[in-house]
C-alpha cells in the first residue's frame, strides 16, 4: 500500500458526559485507491468513527490516539478552520439522508458546480459538461432538466445520485459513504450500490464505506474493519475475511447474511442479544454475553488483538495465527 490517506492509530473516542467511550483503541489504515468497508450493528460506533474522521465530532468529545490524514492529526495539529477547508475540498461524504446533504435553497446545477473546486479556473461551459457527463454517470434521466431543479422537486433516490455525483465531481482523497443506502427502498438501493460500483472505478482517492451489510462489502470494498461495541474485533482483505472469517462476530454477522443463506426459509436468522449499553459493559471480551463459543477464561479477561497476516487480526483468546 501506497502512504496511507488516513491512519487511526489506537483512537479512543468518547462523547461529552458519557459513562464510557463509545470507540475504544482503534487502529486501521486506508491508503490511496482502496475502499475500506466499516461493518458493525447499531450502536457499534461506526458513525463516531465516520464523524472523526470528517473532524465533525461534538465539541467536549475527547479524542485520543492519533487519527491522521495526510499524516496531520485531525484533532491535535489542525485549526477549526483548517478542518473547515478539509471538509470542503480534500474529504467528501455521501450521508444516509441525501436531503440534509443539500442547500434546498439553491438549484442541483449550482451546487454542483461549487464541489467542482478544482475546476473552477475553467471555462463555464467545460464546468457545465462535466457535470452534465457526472448525472449520466449515475444514470440520471435528463441532466439538463435536474441541474435547474431544486432538492424538494426530486425523489430520495435521484437525491442520492445527486449527492454521488457531487462527491465524484470534488475529486477528494477521502471518500466517506455512511450507509448511503438506509433511507431507500430495496430497487433504488441495488440501483445505488450499482452506482457505487461503477464509481469505485473512478475514485482515484480512499473511500471509507459504512454499512451494517456483508454483502456489500463483499461487492465495493477491498478491506473490512468489523466493530462491534466500539471496538475494532476483526480485521482484514474482504477475500480473506469472508472466505476465513476468524472473529465469532465477524462469523455470526456472515451467518445473518441473506445473500449467503442457501436455503431461505420465511425467517433469517439474527445474533441473539443486543449491542452492551455504554454504561453496562462485559468485564472480559466484549462480545462474551452474546458469543457462541466463549469459554470460562472470555468473562475474565480481554482478549488481544492477534495478527494473521501482514494485514490481518482478530481480537478473541481462541484466535491463533
Ligand atoms: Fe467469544 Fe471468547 Fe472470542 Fe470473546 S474471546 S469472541 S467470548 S470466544
Ligand atoms: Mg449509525
Avoid at 447499531?42 to 463516531?48: C, I, L, N
Avoid at 490516539?65 to 455521501?94: N, V
Avoid at 440501483?191 to 469505485?200: H, R, S, T, V
Avoid at 451467518?255 to 436455503?263: F, L, N, Q, S
Amino acid at each position: 500500500m501506497s502512504a496511507p490517506v488516513l491512519a487511526l492509530d489506537d483512537v479512543s473516542i468518547r462523547y461529552p458526559g458519557a459513562p464510557a467511550a463509545a470507540v475504544r483503541n482503534v487502529s486501521f489504515e486506508i491508503g490511496t485507491g482502496e475502499t475500506l468497508g466499516i461493518v458493525g450493528e447499531s450502536g457499534s460506533g461506526k458513525s463516531t468513527l465516520a464523524a472523526a474522521m470528517m473532524g465533525l465530532l461534538p465539541s467536549g468529545s475527547t479524542v485520543t490516539g492519533g487519527l491522521r490524514f495526510e499524516g496531520r492529526d485531525l484533532f491535535g495539529q489542525m485549526t477549526e478552520r483548517e478542518l473547515r477547508q478539509l471538509r470542503g475540498r480534500d474529504i467528501a461524504t455521501i450521508a444516509q439522508d441525501p436531503f440534509t446533504a443539500l442547500n434546498p435553497v439553491m438549484k442541483i446545477g449550482r451546487q454542483l458546480d461549487i464541489f467542482q473546486h478544482w475546476y473552477h479556473d475553467r471555462p463555464r461551459a467545460e464546468r457545465k459538461a462535466r457535470i452534465l457527463k457526472m448525472l449520466e454517470q449515475v444514470r440520471l434521466s435528463d441532466p439538463g432538466v435536474r441541474m435547474q431543479q431544486y432538492p424538494h422537486q426530486l425523489s430520495g433516490g435521484i437525491l442520492q445520485r445527486v449527492s454521488i455525483a457531487a462527491a465524484l465531481l470534488a475529486e477528494p482523497k477521502l471518500l466517506i459513504a455512511d450507509e448511503p443506502t438506509t433511507a431507500l427502498d430495496a430497487t433504488t438501493e441495488a440501483q445505488i450500490l450499482g452506482i457505487m460500483a461503477e464509481a469505485k472505478e473512478t475514485l482515484r482517492g480512499a473511500t471509507v464505506f459504512i454499512t451494517h451489510d456483508m454483502s456489500v462489502v463483499e461487492r465495493l470494498c477491498d478491506r473490512i474493519a468489523v466493530l462491534y461495541a466500539g471496538e475494532l474485533v476483526e480485521t482484514g482483505t474482504v477475500a480473506e475475511v469472508l472466505k476465513d472469517p476468524r472473529h465469532p462476530y465477524t462469523k455470526a454477522l456472515l451467518e445473518c447474511d441473506p445473500a449467503r443463506i442457501e436455503e431461505p426459509t420465511s425467517e433469517l436468522p439474527t445474533i441473539g442479544g443486543t449491542v452492551p449499553a455504554l454504561d453496562d459493559r462485559p468485564a472480559g471480551c466484549i462480545f462474551e454475553p452474546r458469543c457462541p463459543s466463549a469459554v470460562a477464561h472470555c468473562r475474565a479477561e480481554a482478549p488481544k488483538r492477534h495478527d494473521l497476516g501482514p494485514r490481518q487480526s482478530a481480537a478473541c483468546h481462541l484466535v491463533t495465527p
